[in-house]
């Protein structure tokens, strides 16, 4: 039997960064789920499918193939149509889009297979909004990784601009409020702690103790 671990948060609490961390640590797979969301908000772009709900997206589904995979150092790669979108889905643009996009009922349900299937032979830390609410709600160990508006604006900004990118602290701090309002109000499988998780919230920690923080609590509990 494999163990899963739900790890969700709202964007910028640094899950990612932490996860892939602990899940070295472990022995674990660290799953993205936020990079297939991504993927498909991409696509949309691309096709100019906007605005977003649209029928669109239907025929979008329909037409695109979205795949992950992992590289020989164990990073998830993600394919759409068979090319590596990996790096092009982490504009600010394109995590706007797949907010949108993620609250599409027809986009979740497109995925959930997929992320389903993930866990089924491996040993995973799977990251997202509604892991252990709805793609994994029997993982052994559900977390939920927060912190404050600002701590994750902050964060973030400092990510891009180290990254090169031209950016400005009070839009990403807006860009994140924004986020957290889509991902908190949408109708189907809204951003909320699952039952029997267990809050880590890492606004006063630094990386490296957020990291301990989450393995302690999976050493603990799994
Ligand atoms: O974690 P991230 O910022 O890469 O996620 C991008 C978007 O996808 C985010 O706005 C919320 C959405 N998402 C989701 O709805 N469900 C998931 N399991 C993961 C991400």
Do not use: C, W
Request: aromatic share 4%; hydrophobic share 45%.
């Amino acid at each position: 039997m494999s163990i899963a671990i739900a790890l969700d948060g709202p964007a910028g609490a640094g899950k990612s960064s932490i996860a892939r961390r602990a899940a070295k640590a472990l022995g674990y797979i660290y799953v993205d789920t936020g990079a297939l969301y991504r993927t498909i908000g991409l696509a949309a772009m691309r096709n100019g499918v906007e605005p977003v709900p649209s029928r669109e997206v239907d025929a979008l589904l329909a037409a695109i193939r979205v795949e992950m995979t992992f590289n020989e150092a164990g990073e998830q790669i993600v394919l759409l149509n068979g090319e590596d979108v990996s790096g092009e889905i982490r504009t600010p643009e394109a995590s706007m889009m797949a907010s949108k996009i993620s609250a599409v009922p027809a986009v979740r349900a497109y995925l959930l297979d997929l992320q389903r299937d993930m866990a089924k032979t491996n040993n995973v830390i799977m990251d997202g909004r509604d892991i252990g609410t709805v793609v994994l709600p029997d993982a052994k160990v559900k977390i939920f990784l927060t912190a404050s508006p600002e701590a994750r604006a902050q964060r973030r900004y400092k990510e891009l601009l180290e990254k090169g990118m031209d950016v400005n602290y009070d839009d990403i701090l807006r860009d994140v409020a924004e986020r957290d309002y889509n991902d908190t109000h949408r109708e189907i499988a809204p951003l909320k702690p699952a039952e029997g998780s267990i809050t880590v919230d890492t606004t006063a920690l630094d990386f490296e103790q957020s990291v301990e923080a989450i393995i302690n609590v999976i050493k603990e509990n799994r």
